[in-house]
């Protein structure tokens, strides 16, 4: 039972433009989502958080939208840059534990 | 942000031996660690929770005979892949917070390879 999940297992975005990764939820617990970007052979590196009483964070080039009642966030890049190709995963976590759950990833390539 | 590490990077074994995985918080006390595994081109998938001193708490299906969880300070958690399979290779990463409530702070992941 897969609780989170990102549809799209790879997306290719030409540089300077925008990157849109999405995910989807179905536990309506989940109250904090997080971004994770990884590389090969490395631990996943925080992105951007939100929480569920918000609809939108932005940090610099990356913000995350979350909408409630369709149980679904995105990840916007914009510029995208080379160096952001790497796997996306989002993850969330319910009110009062820790544990977060996973997405499968997004590979994005983003091309010169 | 924190920093976490692992050692072994990576390690190769062989069936029926035990492979020992130290994951350190650097620079804050972490009073939970979490381990997970992940399978080539899958999800991270949660196998513990680690609270210092205190035995884990871990995911349905993760054995934990198998799988030794010993958090034994603030600062460091090790994970003891017992009578090791091939098909316990994997990547093992682990991760610690703080607080709770705080961002997990991940490590850069172990590789193990089971001959």
């Known amino acids: 039972d897969q609780q989170v999940k990102q549809n799209s297992p790879s997306l290719s975005v030409q540089e300077g433009r925008i990157s849109i990764l999405n995910c989807d939820y179905t536990n309506s617990m989940f109250d904090y989502f997080l971004w994770y970007k990884k590389y090969p052979a490395e631990g996943p590196t925080f992105l951007i958080s939100?929480?569920?009483?918000?609809d939108k964070n932005e940090d610099g080039r990356f913000t995350v939208f979350l909408n409630k009642s369709a149980k679904h966030l995105s990840l916007h890049i914009v510029p995208s840059q080379p160096g952001d190709s790497a796997v996306y995963f989002c993850a969330a976590s319910a009110q009062y534990t820790d544990k977060l759950i996973f997405g499968t990833g997004t590979r994005l390539q983003v091309f010169p | 942000g924190a920093v976490v590490s692992q050692h072994p990077s990576r390690v190769i074994c062989k069936s029926g031996t035990s492979v020992k995985i130290e994951c350190r918080s650097l620079?804050?006390?972490?009073?939970?660690m979490f381990w997970y595994r992940q399978f080539p081109k899958q999800s991270l998938m949660l196998m513990a929770t680690s609270n210092e001193g205190s035995k884990a708490t871990y995911e349905q299906g993760v054995e934990k005979d198998k799988f030794l969880i010993n958090h034994a300070s603030l600062t460091l958690s090790t994970l003891t892949v017992t009578s090791a399979h091939p098909e316990d290779s994997s990547f093992y990463i682990c991760?610690?917070?703080?607080?709770?409530?705080?961002?997990?702070?991940f490590g850069p992941g172990t590789r193990l390879t089971v001959l």
């Open positions: 620079d804050f006390q972490a009073t939970t």
């Open positions: 939100i929480s569920s009483i918000k």
């Open positions: 991760s610690a917070v703080l607080r709770y409530g705080d961002t997990q702070y």
